[in-house]
């Protein structure tokens, strides 16, 4: 038996994984990066003349149960979830499906120190919005981290690897009941943990303290201690950008005086205006 | 409750109270029910100038300055009137009518239903 | 049914299903004979590198220890104190192995050891000259690991080559070796399908067929020794993956 080279055992590596695409209608581009139990390649629709993106599944998973999560995520429709034209079996018996190409980045690397915290915030507004979408269709995403969200060059946001349990999933955003320590099975409470995780991730360092409560809040050990869904959590943060008293940070009497000092300074000033005249004449009659 | 009825409300409500502290001038008193009810009116004609100007325009800075404008004048008008000891009180009145007037443009822009004005 | 993909249709040399190393141990109570052939073929090349490695022996020194490794492993009941939920199994066989080395190289008492382990075939001597070509920058681990993909794609290639010449798809086979196995520089696609007298897109659909039973063959071969579907996923992964980005 021949030995193989270096530089012959690294091209069979890389040409084994290639997806074989014949019979189907794409072409293969490339390999743009790894996930969620699969490989996800650039190609072209040779009918429609548009790139996509085809995801292919390891081959070790059964056909038919990523098929059914293919329907499911295809119901799913959206903005912020990835559209899925099209589901298959490569010839090598490895499951596909080929979805929207989305050109911009994920998370994790569109994250940078100068993005705002109004920006950041909106990013996880968006994603929120599709993941609240999902459980109002019993879907569960169950493996929500930064890798997992792509920002398009328009800015807009988008949720992806829906249904995969991650195998090697980062613990920093897997709720305790999925890795069976805190005991039940995992459902959308599980995605809050995970939205809260990603919020603390988005935050900068030294981020205010309510927006850190709240991420605590949803990261919660028990199930029940976090936000009852995703929309509560949406809500808190939209509180605190409008200024209001959030609720995973309850306030002293002080803290809630300041805060409606500071939403209401223009008035307070013109009544203090006022009270100022009426001395100010009280006085003068005086002299 | 929409802009106009804020106005109203809000004017009616700071009139008095401007009203009320004509107290504190000895030599008003005796006439305080017919200031109070002045003060009220003319709070609540501001406060209704002022509403129909946040309909029509959505900017606290104008809205705080049409209100001041709106009550200095109103408190001018009154102000012409002598008092029955002969006095004239332009100052005690104008000067809060113009604090009022601008209290008052600032809630019917921040209270109250949306302005027709759109951006 | 594609006779192609029907792995043991056509040829009685593998099983139609290999089965995971645990449900081996399992089902027999004990490694069974194949699943140990199995492990022994993957494993021998990058023990003994590792151990030339690592511990700087000499041919003869590195041979002995390594067929001592795989007997004294059936004996102590190795294969049936394998964890899946601690570690790979590549990973629980090579410290298991540097356990042992350290143990027999501290002793000096190596003895040789035959016992039932069929170490007849395989070729130790003709590893001697390349066996010691390791740039400066190598860790023994990353010689195991390297040497066991090399290992794993040499074993899957003999089985494509086996599975061709049985089922007469000598051409695919040939066509695979001059393009996928060549060692300096490959050939123009062009111009190898022209020297075949075949159109270019044949040459493409045969690569293609070669390539995907390659991958066939080193999926059921890995899948002899991992312990089951989560490891095996975790191993192909490890195994395909390169660091960086990889070419067309």
Sequence with gaps: MRELTDSTLDHLRAVVDLPDLTGTRYELEGEIGRGGLGVVYAARDQQLQRRVAIKVLDSTLPPLRLEEEARVIASLEHPAIVPIYETGTLPDGRAYYAMKLVAGQRLDRYLHAQLSLSERLRLIQRAGEALAFAHTRGVVHRDLKPQNVMVGSFGEVYVMDWGVEGVAGTPQFRAPEQAGVAGGAPDHRSDVYAMGALLQFLLPGAAPRPLRRIAAKAMAARPDARYVGVPALLLDVQRFQDGLAVVACPETWWQQSRRFAIRNQVLLLLLAAFVAVKFFLFFLRRL | MNKIVTGLVFGAILGLVDGATAWFTPEVRPAIVTILMGSTVKGMVVGLLSGWFARKVNSVTWGVAFGAVIGLFFAYLIAMQPQPSGNHYYLEIMLPGFVVGAIVGFLTQRAGGPSQQTA | ?248
């Excluded at chain 3, 009685?12 to 022994?40: C, K, M, N, W, Y």
């Excluded at chain 3, 590549?90 to 008492?109: G, Q, W």
């Excluded at chain 3, 390791?134 to 040497?147: G, K, M, Q, W």
């Design chain 3, 1 to 248: 049914m594609d006779p192609d993909t029907a792995i043991g249709g056509l040829h009685d040399r593998f099983p139609a299903t290999r089965h995971s190393l645990f449900e081996a141990v399992a089902a027999a109570g004990t490694l069974p004979g194949d699943a140990l052939d199995q492990v022994i073929a993957l494993y021998w090349k990058p023990v003994y590198k590792y151990i030339r490695f690592k511990w700087r022996m000499d041919n003869e020194a590195a041979k002995d220890l390594t067929q001592s490794f795989f007997v004294s492993a059936l004996e102590r009941d190795f294969f049936q104190q394998f964890n899946p939920e601690k570690a790979s199994f590549r990973t629980y066989l090579r410290m298991a192995l540097d356990r042992f080395a350290a143990n027999e190289h501290a002793a000096r008492n190596r003895q040789k050891r035959r016992g039932t382990v069929p170490f007849d075939a395989l070729d130790f001597d003709g590893l001697e000259a390349g066996a010691l070509a390791l740039a400066d920058t190598d860790t023994p681990e990353a010689i195991f690991h390297r040497e066991w993909q090399r290992q794993l794609f040499a074993l899957a290639v003999e089985d494509l080559r086996a599975h061709c010449q049985h089922s007469g798809k000598h051409l695919q086979f040939q066509l695979f070796a001059e393009y996928d196995l060549a060692e300096v520089e490959r050939p123009d696609y062009a111009l190898l399908a022209q020297r075949h007298g075949i159109p270019v897109t044949s040459l493409n659909n045969h690569l293609a067929w070669s390539r995907r039973m390659l991958r066939t063959f080193l999926t059921g071969r890995l899948r002899g020794t991992t312990s089951g579907d989560r490891e095996l996923r975790d191993e192909m992964r490890l195994l395909l993956f390169i660091e960086g980005g990889r070419g067309q």
